[in-house]
């Protein structure tokens, strides 16, 4: 189940977010998503979702089209946006279970996401009454809940802390075993951990796309090679 991506454009007014974006995604890879704030790189996951519409190119999520099938695509998607909007007054698992509801998931399958996020603990509550760093695990429960072909994380470990973040790169380990994903992070570590291919961003172009072991390899280390190339 890969993704190809074909002169993807997308400006907003006199800003160009994507100019000409072009690559392709085998099954079963964990990409990082690199770039500086700006670069287009939550504009360029919002368009393979179908939540922005570009102004030009072509997405296809394995046969289909995310623009003129977006039914079908949007079933194979599993998605974490930054900002990971939830319904606060709504408790875990009466949030869970209206995901479910939508995706058409049984029930069974919210225990098991609950467990494999570390949710367990703090199910019980209101979504509002949980930490940063909880909310971020519903979030990532959402976004595998239908057990998707492809994922897609915006700032996957944001708000947590040190333990909260190993247990979290170990899920998306776990999944990134079986699906394809696509990661962006400030943090390189977690690119390091992760991701077996790096793709670059700046004022909207990909400035470089290779195996992370070649993108590292030219420079002392990721934080170098990200500066270089994006200053």
């Given at each position: 189940?890969?993704?190809?991506?074909?002169?993807?454009?997308?400006?907003?007014?006199?800003?160009?977010?994507?100019?000409?974006?072009?690559?392709?995604?085998?099954?079963?890879?964990?990409?990082?998503?690199?770039?500086?704030?700006?670069?287009?790189?939550?504009?360029?996951?919002?368009?393979?979702?179908?939540?922005?519409?570009?102004?030009?190119?072509?997405?296809?999520?394995?046969?289909?089209?995310?623009?003129?099938?977006?039914?079908?695509?949007?079933?194979?998607?599993?998605?974490?946006?930054?900002?990971?909007?939830?319904?606060?007054?709504?408790?875990?698992?009466?949030?869970?279970?209206?995901?479910?509801?939508?995706?058409?998931?049984?029930?069974?399958?919210?225990?098991?996401?609950?467990?494999?996020?570390?949710?367990?603990?703090?199910?019980?509550?209101?979504?509002?009454?949980?930490?940063?760093?909880y909310k971020q695990r519903v979030g990532l429960a959402?976004?595998?809940?239908?057990?998707?072909?492809?994922?897609?994380?915006?700032?996957?470990?944001?708000?947590?802390?040190?333990?909260?973040?190993?247990?979290?790169?170990e899920v998306i380990r776990e999944i990134g075993k079986s699906k394809t994903v696509?990661?962006?992070?400030?943090?390189?570590?977690?690119?390091?951990?992760?991701?077996?291919?790096?793709?670059?961003?700046?004022?909207?172009?990909?400035?470089?796309?290779?195996?992370?072991?070649?993108?590292?390899?030219?420079?002392?280390?990721?934080?170098?090679?990200?500066?270089?190339?994006?200053?």
């Amino acid at each position: 189940m890969g993704i190809i991506i074909n002169g993807l454009t997308k400006n907003y007014g006199n800003q160009i977010a994507l100019d000409q974006v072009s690559f392709s995604i085998r099954e079963g890879e964990v990409v990082g998503l690199l770039g500086p704030n700006g670069a287009g790189k939550s504009t360029l996951m919002k368009s393979v979702t179908g939540a922005i519409i570009p102004d030009s190119g072509e997405i296809k999520i394995d046969k289909f089209s995310v623009l003129s099938q977006p039914v079908q695509t949007k079933k194979l998607i599993g998605f974490l946006p930054e900002n990971n909007p939830l319904y606060h007054e709504m408790y875990v698992r009466e949030y869970l279970k209206f995901v479910a509801d939508i995706r058409n998931e049984k029930k069974e399958r919210i225990e098991e996401v609950i467990k494999k996020v570390g949710l367990t603990p703090e199910s019980h509550k209101k979504i509002g009454q949980l930490s940063k760093g909880y909310k971020q695990r519903v979030g990532l429960a959402q976004a595998i809940l239908s057990n998707p072909d492809i994922l897609i994380l915006d700032e996957p470990t944001n708000g947590l802390d040190p333990n909260q973040i190993l247990e979290i790169r170990e899920v998306i380990r776990e999944i990134g075993k079986s699906k394809t994903v696509i990661l962006s992070t400030h943090i390189m570590q977690e690119v390091e951990a992760l991701c077996s291919r790096v793709i670059l961003l700046n004022k909207g172009k990909i400035v470089s796309d290779s195996p992370i072991e070649e993108f590292k390899g030219q420079y002392k280390s990721l934080e170098d090679a990200f500066h270089q190339l994006t200053v």
